[in-house]
């Protein structure tokens, strides 16, 4: 394969990250529905408080800079906005049960909100916005306060940062019995975890990055430098974005759909075997080969190889349970369900990746034109997406932040949003 398709195939790459996510506009839908939410629970009176505003934030794909629309049932669905908000409560001063209902009463008291929002989530109180556009979100509001002190000791005996743990939180979680329990969390700490893995390259592309996408959106920036760093994008999120959409499209109608691999495990593993490439299909190209290296634990006699192994990314254990540690929490298993079901979720898991070689790696020695590469592209990532991506349509890689004046902004991490999205200090 010639160096012209090579890069040919990478600028396709980067249309298609550009075309899945979220549009300028959307976004200002987004942050102008979270932000006055925010005002709205800040502004909550609440038992047991210490007359400390709400520590209120985005996690999840919004703050990573990661967001793709969803896929469900083969349909493209709406997007989900996460938001934590943290009271300033001891935790032994309240229980989980009070905790979700102090914010869901909160929401209740306020007329649009009570209309809007859904029936109860074990951990979340969710919002159903419908635009007009047809393209709405689902904005899930997670109740939490700052772990205890004991915890976050506890995280710093077994290796975590203390600048890590410190960010420590605990939710309500509900469980099938209708039962409330303390659950811990970390999105500030897994957010921090994540922009010190595609730190080094921002710091290279951004220049570039930012001239590119001044010039492809005159009519919204002024300058070259008007154009802020949330909109940068690394090769690391942009091939994180095209996985997910992958491994969506890859699903629909399969027998596994329910066990297809969770967005957590998929952007971890990713950004644990990121090295700094600087393009996005030597990203990929890196991803899933070591990935797919790793499928030989599907037989629990084999060893990894040496150099595998040393990645310390995943192992199976000998009781055959699997082990993909939280890199805030090694303590928290992403794959503790995976050995269920004659290990379907493993299967599942591999099998994805072997898909993704094939279809996003090995297409480069199949094919000998980017004319045919489109055309392959197609039932894995989309028509839509391929028929837009190989036209040149540029879209603006990340959120254009739009204050009006006058505008309260509430204690919400999006006035100065890091590497490409943050909220308060994530």
Known sequence: MDDTVINEYNELLNNISNELDITPIKYEQAVERYKAVGIWLEDGVYPADTHNSPYIYTQGSFRLGTVVRPIREGKESDYDIDLVCELQIDKDTTTPRDLKMMIGDRLKAHGTYKRLLDDEGRRCWTLQYSEADGIGFHLDILPSLPEDRNYKSALTMIGVPSETAEKAITISHKNEAQSYAWSSSNPNGYANWFNNRIGPIFEKVKSRARRRIFENNIQIFASVDDVPDQ??????????????????????????????????????????????????????????????????????????????????????????TWYIPNPVNPNENFADRWHENDNRRAKAFFQWVDWAHNDLVEILTQVDSIKEIVQRLDECLGKNIEKRAASGHFVLGGPVIIHSKGDRAPHIEIKNPSKPWSSIGI
């Open 231 to 320: 909109l940068i994008k690394t090769p690391l999120q942009k091939a994180i974005q095209i996985l997910k959409c992958h491994r969506d499209m890859r699903f629909v109608g399969h027998r596994w759909e329910k066990e297809k691999p969770i967005s957590m495990i998929l952007t971890t593993l990713s950004a644990l075997l990121y090295n700094q490439e600087a393009d996005v299909f030597s990203t990929l190209q890196n991803v899933i080969s070591l990935l797919n290296a790793h499928s030989s634990l599907l037989n629990p006699r084999y060893r990894l190889e040496e150099h595998v192994a040393s990645l310390n990314i995943m192992n199976r254990l000998s009781d055959g």
